[in-house]
């Protein structure tokens, strides 16, 4: 018998930056990506905001 878990909810946060550092006086600009995922990973969606 095999028992799997429910991976329909989100459980992590995932961010994701670039530049991968910051410095304190730049750069300008940047992108910063945040999604939600499941226990295993997987891009999930969330109820409400």
Same mark, same amino acid.
């Given at each position: 018998?095999? +028992?799997?878990t429910?991976?329909?909810?989100p459980?992590q946060?995932l961010?994701?930056?670039?530049?991968n550092?910051?410095?304190?006086?730049?750069p300008k600009?940047?992108? +910063?990506?945040?999604?939600?995922a499941?226990?295993?990973?997987?891009p999930?969606t969330?109820?409400?905001?």
């Amino acid at each position: 018998m095999t +028992i799997y878990t429910n991976n329909n909810h989100p459980t992590q946060i995932l961010l994701k930056t670039t530049p991968n550092d910051f410095p304190v006086d730049g750069p300008k600009f940047g992108y +910063i990506g945040i999604e939600l995922a499941t226990s295993g990973g997987l891009p999930t969606t969330s109820n409400q905001d």
